[in-house]
């Protein structure tokens, strides 16, 4: 079992929910106080579930079709060799029986297959090649729906797709009204060129591939279960005095009962296990390892060859520096502002509002309608 397999999942799950990022916050600060929660909370994951499948399922469907369109490719043009070389008769050499040929004309002229120019057509490779950082989107999807029929009507959603981040963004109206927009948006896009110089450069690769593996991994998961630990710990501590926490009052203030075992065992043992699991055997299995990345290999290019090759490359002893402040400055914030109202708290003896209350949704309303 690869732990990182099951982390990139868990990201793609805090992605795809908005989880850790407030997301789902900002948009339930548009409901009303009775808002069926639970209900949006079961449609969303259905929703985004089945959405998951269909996205797995049409592009694993484009990764397939451009393996086999590949790995057809070059059985016709080892057949092409074979029949050159050997001066068989057209269309004597078949898909069928291409197998059975080449070994037999490797048993008894082995010298002469030596010298040919073939490649190894093997599915299993096939599949694999580029679909890791951007070959994925710019390299398997564009030679996929190339060789698809009305390949122009299929390249439309595309080339929209990959337009839409840029032109979804807005004005948060954050900056104070002084600022002239025009200054802001120049200096915007100045400061994002030049951080984005670092992708365009020969060692793009290299910095793709280390901020996809732990700027967009580490940080969501190991944020929301920092946050649940840390929160947990506190509401335990301060618990003195508190009969019981307000959160299950809320729901039922909300929604009109309170939430089943189901959703208690899951927010309380189910997920923060899961993701200790997880999080803690990926970095069992990082720690024990030798960090390398991938890259197009020129030494080993062939004019022949279907597709570049790639391979692995070590990350230097430096790149540990980049690492921290990636994933590890992002996901020490937490504990650290814990630690430091832990100190606050206790060393200063300054008294901590929330040890006398609670505030609650029910309460706010409720003393707002007296």
């Known amino acids: 079992m690869n732990p990182t397999t099951w982390l990139d999942a868990g990201a793609q799950v805090f992605y795809s929910f908005s989880l850790a990022f407030g997301g789902l916050i900002s948009f339930s600060s548009y409901n009303s106080v009775h808002n069926n929660c639970e209900q949006d909370a079961i449609i969303i994951s259905i929703i985004n579930g089945c959405t998951s499948v269909y996205s797995a399922t049409v592009i694993y469907s484009i990764i397939g079709f451009r393996a086999m369109e590949n790995y057809d490719d070059c059985v016709d043009r080892n057949i092409m060799e074979l029949t050159n070389a050997f001066h068989y008769p057209e269309n004597s050499i078949t898909d069928a029986n291409y197998d059975d040929v080449l070994k037999f ?137 508190i009969k019981q926490l307000k959160f299950n009052e809320d729901i039922e203030f909300m929604i009109g009962h309170r939430p089943n075992i189901f959703w208690q065992v899951t927010w309380r ?66 504990p650290v502002y814990a630690f430091y109202k832990l100190i606050r708290n206790n060393l200063c003896k300054q008294k901590d509002n929330f040890a006398d209350t609670v505030e609650t949704v029910s309460s706010k309303i409720q003393m707002s309608e007296k």
């Open 105 to 241: 004309l490797n048993s008894t002229n082995p010298t002469i297959i030596e010298g040919l120019p073939l490649q190894s057509c093997d599915l299993h490779t096939l599949l694999s090649q580029g679909v890791e950082g951007t070959g994925l989107a710019f390299i398997v999807f564009t030679e996929a729906i190339i060789k698809m029929p009305f390949s122009p009507l299929w390249s439309r959603p595309l080339l929209h797709h990959a337009l839409l981040p840029g032109t979804l963004h807005h004005d948060l109206n954050i900056l104070p009204k002084k600022c002239p927009k025009e200054v802001f948006t120049a200096i915007t896009c100045v400061v994002s060129g030049g951080l984005g110089l670092i992708f365009a450069m020969r060692s793009g690769n290299h910095w793709l591939a280390l901020f996809d593996t732990f700027a967009g991994s580490i940080p969501p998961p190991g944020h929301c279960l920092r946050r649940d630990v840390f929160r947990g710990v506190h509401l335990w501590h301060r618990q003195v005095g």
């Open 269 to 334: 043992v189910v997920s923060p296990l899961i993701m200790a699991f997880i999080f803690v055997f990926y970095m069992v299995n990082q720690v024990s390892k030798n960090l390398t990345y991938l890259v197009w290999d020129q030494d080993a290019l062939n004019p022949q060859a279907v597709f570049p090759t790639l391979a692995e490359r070590q990350f230097p002893g430096w790149i540990y520096v980049i690492i921290f402040i990636l994933a590890g400055v992002p996901s020490l914030s937490i």
